[in-house]
């Protein structure tokens, strides 16, 4: 079968799918906490796709080319439901990637578990080492005590090459980055620093509280030799860079100062089943109710949507960006 290919010739081969929206922290710049005090503020539970309607949906969507899930959330390790949703996805035919992104406090619990279903890869989102920090990333939620308990039975459990994510905020964490990068040097382990996004519309984000991917390089390069290494596949988010002495890898996504939706191949699907073509998308699809059909039918429904696909949005932020800066001032073009 040809790969099914979005108007940009995007093929369609991430999904991340989406177990559950509640969260045991409160990061601000995600869930601020004066948005998400209590339950009613997420959807009912009666509303979360089963394990067995997930199933159906990735192999849908595997059937069109999909070849990398990513199992998310909220916090995904708080859906009582995921080992049998890892066991479900492990054995679709065609699934080259299973991963699963988590803050980590419940590691401990799950990670022999999930590993034993059949999960490949873990991403853990860790902020800053400093407790202070941490705990105020977390919205007062977590301590970073907690996810190196985590990460130790994430390797205990067999997950020998983890992945960090720290979102980097202007004032907020900016001086924990050599820090982080310093204590994963020389372990398998690889950090990717995040440029601060402006997804949904709770945050507040500015533009002024990103901080560059070029600013960190530069500071981390002050202390480390760095070599860019070239993209492992097309669709990769992160540009990954080499410690010239061997000691090990680092990364950077740079939604922000360098959008890559020329080569996004992702989609998203929510918890109770809604389908997103891009991370800034205001209207899904809704696939529940497309699951009382049969899998043809389902199949293009999804194949009809991605083959419309006309979602920019990184990009044409930088455009509106690189616009404001360049706009003539009143005084001269006369008012
Ligand atoms: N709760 C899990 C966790 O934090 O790893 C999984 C869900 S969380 C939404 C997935 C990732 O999105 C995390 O690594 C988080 O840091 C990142 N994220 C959330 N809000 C963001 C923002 N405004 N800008 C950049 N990354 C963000
Ligand atoms: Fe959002 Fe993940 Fe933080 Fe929870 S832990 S608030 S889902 S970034
Ligand atoms: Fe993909 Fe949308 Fe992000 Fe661009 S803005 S990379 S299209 S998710």
Not at 2 to 26: E, H, Y
Not at 111 to 121: M, V
Not at 278 to 304: E, K, W
Request: glycine fraction near 8%.
């Amino acid at each position: 079968m040809s790969a099914l290919l979005d108007p940009r010739q995007r093929p369609l081969r991430d999904l991340r799918i989406s177990v559950i929206d509640r969260c045991n922290f409160r990061c601000p710049y995600c869930m601020p906490v004066e948005r998400f005090g209590g339950p009613s503020a997420f959807m009912p539970k009666g509303d979360w796709l089963r394990p067995d309607e997930i199933e159906r949906i990735a192999r849908a969507f595997v059937a069109l080319g999909v070849r990398k899930l990513r199992l998310t959330g909220g916090e995904p390790l708080l859906r009582a439901e995921l080992p049998e949703i890892v066991e479900r996805l492990a054995r679709i035919e065609g699934v080259e990637d299973l991963a699963l992104t988590t803050n980590a406090v419940l590691l401990p619990k799950h990670a022999e578990i999930l590993r034993r279903a059949g999960l490949k890869r873990l991403t853990i989102s860790l902020d800053a080492l400093d407790p202070d920090v941490f705990k105020r990333m977390s919205g007062g939620q977590g301590e970073v005590s907690e996810v190196f308990a985590g990460i130790a039975a994430a390797e205990a459990a067999g997950f020998a090459r983890l992945k960090f994510n720290c979102v980097v905020q202007r004032g907020v964490n900016e001086d924990d980055v050599l820090s982080l990068a310093e204590h994963f040097r020389g372990t398998p382990h690889i950090v990717r620093f995040i440029e601060y996004m402006d997804v949904g519309t709770c945050n507040r984000w500015s533009r002024a509280d990103v901080v560059d991917s070029a600013e960190l390089l530069a500071r981390i390069g002050e202390h480390w030799s760095l070599m860019p290494v070239g993209r492992s596949q097309p669709g990769e988010v992160a540009e990954r860079y080499r410690y010239v002495d061997g000691g090990g890898e680092i990364g950077f996504i740079s939604s922000v100062s360098a959008p890559f939706c020329g080569d996004c191949t992702r989609a998203r699907v929510s918890a109770d089943g809604e389908w997103f073509t891009c991370l800034f998308a205001s209207r899904g699809v809704a696939l529940r109710p497309l699951l009382g059909a049969d899998d043809a039918s389902l199949r293009a429904a999804i194949a009809s949507r991605w083959s419309a696909r006309a979602d920019r949005y990184s990009e044409l932020r930088a455009e509106r960006e690189r616009e404001a800066a360049a706009r003539v001032e009143m005084f001269r073009m006369g008012g």
